[in-house]
């Protein structure tokens, strides 16, 4: 009940497509999503993240969209470039401490 | 400012050493986290510090692996007696506050391998 299933494990699309990242959970008590992005021989850095209140959310051309009655979420790339190829983890977490990492999705966007 | 720093990037040790990681959180960060990264997959949680209180220990895989933290600094992470599938990449990260939604900011990790 504690895992986040992500998928696909990986995805390459080209210049300008809209790569879609899916993510599912089972525990209900989480209530904050972030994701995070990674490039090679870097540490993860928060993208975005989205709370169970609303539906979706944009930042640049980033937007999660949130389906709680699914319990799925996910993340849209507007535009995609280059320089977005990296792996994109989706987590998932409580009030409390521990953020539930999904497995990863390596995506490389082609010029 | 700076960000958080590992140590050392890369290591190579021969099967049975014994290894100590090295974490420097950003200053002011009171929750540090230990997670491990093997290749091609996901983030698993080893360890959590918040302040002074005493560690969550639940993520480690086994009793060869122990982590200290003084006070709100510095963290090592030691791996005694290593096996194979001990290689990994181990990444720490340091958050403002120990909350879920407090955003965690990670390091580059330690690349180690295990021969």
């Known amino acids: 009940q504690q895992q986040v299933k992500q998928s696909p494990q990986s995805l390459i699309v080209q210049k300008g497509g809209i790569p879609i990242i899916n993510c599912a959970y089972e525990n209900t008590a989480f209530d904050y999503f972030p994701w995070y992005q990674q490039f090679p021989g870097k540490g993860p850095a928060l993208l975005i993240a989205i709370r169970p209140d609303v539906s979706e959310k944009k930042e640049g051309r980033f937007t999660i969209s949130f389906n709680k009655s699914a319990k799925q979420f996910s993340l849209h790339i507007m535009d995609s470039q280059p320089g977005d190829s990296a792996t994109y983890f989706c987590?998932?977490?409580?009030?409390?401490?521990?953020?539930?990492f999904g497995a990863g999705t390596r995506l490389f966007v082609k010029a | 400012g700076a960000g958080v720093s590992q140590s050392p990037s890369n290591k190579v040790t021969e099967k049975g050493k014994d290894v100590e990681l090295r974490c420097d959180p950003i200053?002011?960060?009171?929750?540090l986290y230990w997670y491990r990264q093997r290749l091609g997959q996901g983030l698993e949680f080893l360890i959590y510090f918040q302040g002074n209180s005493a560690p969550d220990k639940s993520g480690l895989p086994s009793d060869r692996f122990s982590a200290e933290r003084t006070g709100e600094s510095v963290s090592t992470l030691t791996i005694q007696r290593t096996q194979q599938e001990d290689s990994a990449v181990y990444l720490c990260?340091?958050?403002?506050?120990?909350?879920?939604?407090?955003?965690?900011?990670f390091g580059n990790g330690t690349r180690l391998t295990v021969t």
């Open positions: 200053s002011g960060h009171t929750a």
């Open positions: 987590a998932a977490g409580t009030g409390g401490f521990k953020t539930i």
């Open positions: 990260a340091s958050s403002l506050i120990g909350q879920a939604n407090s955003p965690l900011h």
